[in-house]
């Protein structure tokens, strides 16, 4: 009887939701007050809570209650699918491109048609990569402070597809991540998918702190610890080299794994050593051109310790066999002829006209976010609730993310993340304005919060 009825009041508020008589942003009952109102066990209440949450009805905010979400938009509010509608102004993807790129692509195909084996690009590719191309990105990544030689690098499609070949060769179900409590969305995707436990660390000002990862490793047996130390993603902070010297020693200390994404990385001058130079035997390094090139040349690389080589290029084999060798190829043919280089100097001074333009229509706002970075993380007011501004944003065409998608711990942060590299600096103007006016409104009671 108990049984039936938990069930009958999880359907009953299901289809008050769906329906919309409990309207996006109504604050429901505590659940010691539920409890009491039905006249069941306060657990009994905090479970039904809770299986509203995992269908995507509710979330629950830490000192502030639980409320009926927008559901207008997916659970990854913008971040899970990209906006497909013509006039939809993207910040929730960042896909940063240059004038000149298309001029640029042009000219690579002709070179690669006039010149150089054709046919070899038809054909199967070994799975790593071309041995040449290997050699490339090899001198490509040394040039950046990673010493690396081309037997230590594995060719893959893009940095996503780099992290889900180490996963899938290093890792197995169950084991157990450190990640940073606000982290990258793709690698939350991939450790649910392979069934991994992220452990989060809380985080200061400068990056993640170091001293809770070690705690936390004393504490639960920890295979792995994934960062972003040169401008992390959502955050945009960059781990000075002492912190990268003493996460070294943690992972020494506790024979951790470290993960090192570096897909922004291109982003920041005169960066510290990454941290894969300083543990090369403990670290694998991921990082990719789509960034610094384009979203559409899928080529990304992985720089990993000789031994771990065969494991990982067996999960290459597993999911694309090898990569696109014409995408390869113009990738490589980019970083030989300085194309790479010369397009890393134009998006750094893009990336920081639009977080000029950033601070000063955004003026007053709490942000987090890097000088040159394509991304800036916003906190909001108290009283403001993210989800009701993503949908408003949304309503108008505007695409942007809330914290959820990036958080890791059980308390999601009142904040949304705008990706400033996927539109025109016009557009991106516009939008910030509307992004200043729906925070200024809800925070002044302007716009109804049910």
């Known amino acids: 009887m108990r049984r039936n009825r938990y069930k009958a009041l999880v359907d009953s508020l299901t289809v008050e939701i769906r329906a919309g008589k409990l309207p996006p942003g109504t604050r429901l009952p505590t659940h010691r007050h539920l409890a009491a109102k039905e006249g069941i066990a306060l657990v009994t209440a905090s479970r039904i809570y809770a299986e509203l949450a995992a269908k995507g009805l509710v979330s629950g905010e830490t000192g502030r209650g639980t409320f009926v979400r927008e559901l207008v938009l997916s659970a990854g509010h913008g971040i899970d699918q990209q906006a497909t509608a013509p006039e939809m102004l993207d910040l929730s993807f960042n896909y940063p491109a240059l004038p000149e790129q298309t001029e640029l692509l042009r000219a690579a195909l002709r070179r690669i048609a006039s010149s150089g084996d054709l046919e070899a690009l038809l054909r199967y590719q070994p799975h790593a990569g071309r041995s040449h191309e290997r050699e490339i990105i090899a001198r490509h990544v040394a040039s950046r402070g990673l010493p690396a030689t081309a037997d230590q690098v594995l060719i893959v499609n893009g940095a996503q597809h780099g992290l889900a070949s180490v996963i899938m060769a290093m890792l197995a179900p169950g084991d157990v991540v450190a990640v ?45 610890v994934y960062v972003m130390p040169t401008l992390h993603n959502p955050l945009g902070w960059v781990m000075s080299l002492e912190q990268r010297r003493e996460l070294t020693l943690i992972a020494h200390r506790h024979q951790l794994l470290i993960i090192e994404d570096a897909s922004y990385a291109f982003l920041v001058d005169n960066a510290p050593a990454p941290v894969a130079a300083l543990a090369p035997e403990s670290t694998i390094y991921v990082s990719g051109f789509s960034k610094s090139m384009a979203t559409g040349l899928r080529v990304g690389y992985v720089v990993a310790p000789v031994r771990w080589v065969p494991s990982i290029e067996r999960a290459i084999r597993t999911t694309t066999w ?33 977080q000029a333009l950033v601070r000063k229509i955004l003026d007053g706002l709490v942000l987090s976010s890097h000088p040159a970075s394509y991304f800036v993380w916003i906190h909001l007011p108290l009283e403001v609730r993210a989800d009701q501004v993503v949908a408003q944003l949304f309503a108008a065409n505007i695409a942007v993310s809330s914290a959820e998608p990036f958080a890791t711990s059980k308390h999601v942060p009142h904040a949304i993340r705008l990706a400033l590299g996927s539109v025109a600096l016009d557009q991106l103007e516009q939008a910030l304005q509307r992004v200043a006016s729906a925070i200024y409104d809800f925070s002044c009671g302007v716009v109804s919060s049910h």
Do not use: H
């Open 322 to 354: 090898n990569t696109p060798s014409l995408m390869t190829a113009i990738a490589c043919e980019w970083i030989e002829d300085g194309t790479v280089v010369r397009m890393e100097v134009e998006k750094r001074k893009d990336a920081r006209v639009r």
């Open 180 to 224: 940073d409590s606000l982290t990258y969305s793709g690698f939350k995707a991939l450790a649910e998918m392979q069934r991994l436990e992220l452990l989060p660390i809380p985080f200061t000002d400068e990056g993640p702190d170091l001293n809770e990862l070690d705690a936390l490793c004393l504490k639960r047996k920890v295979r792995a």
